[in-house]
């Protein structure tokens, strides 16, 4: 009876080989997932943190347009036809800015403004509101942006920010016509 009490102590208090390698690919199976997701996460991450930085350059350009004096603007448009009175006008490309500070690990950025009339590009000389078409500046900044990810093939990517600014004095009674009436 002796033998019999032994040998059942030592079968229940042991694990066998097999239990333990069950145990292992159960725990692996849990595990990977949440290994996979780690790896994902990060690659959403650097991705995200890209696209902040190409919208944080267009927005930062933006703002630096906008904030110049509407007739500036207004002149660069109309130097860049061959008419400034009449026209015809196009969408002005302002030269492509390249800073290397701008650069994160992987990543080159570019960016470049364009300026034109809105909502026509080209108000028409012909319409009693010519003046009136060429009151409002549409800013549009294009940045262009490489991610260089090891093993891969480089992804080229374009972010684009618009605003539309107005004259300043458009509303404002600055630009009202007055009539001398004769007596």
Same mark, same amino acid.
């Given at each position: ?41 990060? @690659? ?21 347009? @906008? ?14 036809? !061959? !008419? ?5 006008? @196009?969408?002005v490309v302002l030269p492509l800015e390249l800073n290397g500070i701008w650069n994160t690990p992987g990543v080159e950025y570019a960016r470049e403004p364009r300026i034109s009339f809105?909502?026509?590009? !080209? ?5 009693? !509101?010519?003046?009136?078409?060429? /009151?409002?500046?549409?800013? /549009? ?7 260089r990810v090891a093993g891969m093939k480089p992804i080229e990517k374009n972010f684009e920010l618009a605003a539309v600014v107005s004259d300043e004095t458009l509303g404002s009674g ?10």
């Open positions: 009876m002796n033998k019999f009490r032994i040998k059942q102590k030592r079968k229940a208090s042991g694990a066998t080989l097999i239990e333990i390698l069950i145990a292992i690919c159960l725990a692996s199976l849990v595990m990977l997932p949440m290994i996979l997701i780690f790896g994902i996460s990060e @690659k959403v991450t650097y991705k995200s943190i890209n696209e902040v930085v190409a919208c944080n350059l267009a927005l930062q350009k933006l703002e630096e347009l @906008k904030s110049r004096p509407f007739i500036d603007l207004k002149q660069i448009i109309e130097q860049a036809s !061959d !008419d400034p009175e009449e026209g015809p006008f @196009k969408e809105y909502p026509y590009v !080209d108000p028409d000389p012909t319409k009693a !509101d010519f003046e009136l078409q060429k /009151r409002r500046i549409r800013i /549009r900044v294009i940045v262009k942006f490489i991610e600055l630009n009202a016509t007055f009539t001398v009436g004769i007596k």
